[in-house]
């Protein structure tokens, strides 16, 4: 079994405490295993475990004769050839729900960032420029009663607009679904571009979405407004929002994804004072990244004991639901 990195201590070994042959292939270096490396340990593998940052595509998967079920370390999957998958009839598990309230915090936490100008505010500080209390120093914005757009309330979407509700915020939301979310309007997307203070970015990616805020949307947006994405970067057209940014029309971004990752060092985005940028760390809580390992676990157990998934992507591979 190959786990492409080290899980918190013992988590995974409880898991599969009942299936005594499982041998762990752990990934012990903090970073990705190269291609090869990946494509070779892959290959004999009866069980997957990889991050957000492993590629699983169908070259890859094809190779693997020996898979039974592959269980990702979080709940985006857009780092996995689903179909591919789903064609080789292998399970595909993730983690849903565990990482919710921690990266709802962590957007927050980046809109509260931008908004107030956190990060100038201490390097202002650290860099002994503070001399006295000042009138129109580092003046931010106010969230009370301005308007908070939601892009996809899902699970963490409604976990963000509940907290911005918490705050006073009007707060509108999309869904194709419709379905109600107390205290949320929900709109269609042109309409929340155009109406909202802070843009926050909640949905999966997938070819639906890649480039879903891209230069007409972001042109869109209310001057001065902010665009926070917890989601992943390729959602948004990070050219252009580094335009948008760097023209005055957006007033700050908020940024835990980026595309790609790690976001390059020349990328015009980091040299942007209105533009904050974090690694990827949405669900990073103790308690989160414990659940998670939990759950991934749980996923692996029940593949290779031959049961259905608990969190199962593409139950298509058990065939078709019995009638309810
Ligand atoms: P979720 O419950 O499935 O919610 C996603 C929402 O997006 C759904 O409510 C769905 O709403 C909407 N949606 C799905 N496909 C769409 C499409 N093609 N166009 C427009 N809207 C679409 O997922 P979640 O648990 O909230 O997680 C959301 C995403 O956050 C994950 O996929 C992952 O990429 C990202 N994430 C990031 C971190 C991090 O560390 N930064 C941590 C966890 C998750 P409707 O069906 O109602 O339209």
Redo the contacts with the bound molecule.
């Keep these: 079994m190959l786990v492409t990195r080290r899980l918190p201590d013992g988590i995974l070994e409880a898991a599969l405490s009942a299936l005594p042959g499982v041998v762990l292939d752990v990934w012990q270096e903090d970073v990705p295993p190269p291609r090869s490396v990946l494509l070779e340990r892959a290959a004999g593998a009866a069980a997957i475990v990889p991050m957000?940052s492993e590629q699983l595509d169908a070259p890859l998967l094809e190779r693997c004769t020996a898979l039974e079920v592959v269980a990702t370390m979080?709940?985006?999957?857009?780092n996995v050839d689903v179909a591919a998958l789903t064609r080789l009839g292998i399970p595909l598990g993730n983690t849903?729900?565990v990482?919710?309230n921690?990266?709802a915090d962590?957007?927050f936490a980046l809109v509260l960032t931008v908004a107030r100008r956190i990060c100038e505010a201490r390097a202002y500080v650290a860099d002994g420029s503070w001399r006295s209390w000042h009138p129109s120093l580092l003046l931010g914005r106010e969230l009370a009663g301005a308007t908070f757009g939601v892009?996809?309330?899902?699970?963490?979407?409604?976990?963000v607009a509940r907290r911005a509700l918490g705050f006073d915020m009007v707060v509108l939301g999309?869904?194709?679904?419709?379905?109600p979310v107390p205290g949320v309007e929900v709109v269609d997307?042109p309409e929340l571009l155009a109406r909202s203070d802070v843009v926050s970015?909640?949905?999966?990616?997938?070819?639906?979405?890649r480039h879903?805020i891209g230069e007409a949307e972001l042109a869109a947006m209310r001057p001065g407004a902010i665009l926070v994405?917890?989601?992943?970067g390729a959602?948004v057209d990070a050219a252009a929002l580094a335009r948008a940014l760097a023209s005055g029309h957006l007033g700050g971004a908020g940024l835990?994804?980026t595309d790609p990752e790690p976001i390059r060092p020349d990328d015009p985005l980091l040299s942007i004072e209105t533009c904050v940028v974090l690694p990827?760390?949405?669900?990073?809580t103790v308690e989160t990244r414990a659940a998670m390992a939990a759950r991934v676990g749980e996923n692996v157990a029940a593949g290779l004991a031959g049961r259905r998934l608990p969190y199962c992507v593409n139950p298509e591979v058990y065939g078709p639901a019995p009638p309810a």
């Design positions: 957000p979080g709940v985006g999957y857009d849903p729900g990482v919710t921690a990266t962590l957007a892009v996809g309330l899902g699970r963490i979407g409604r976990a999309t869904s194709r679904t419709g379905a997307l970015l909640h949905v999966p990616l997938g070819e639906a979405t879903l994405n917890t989601a992943r959602v835990d994804v990827h760390v949405g669900s990073a």
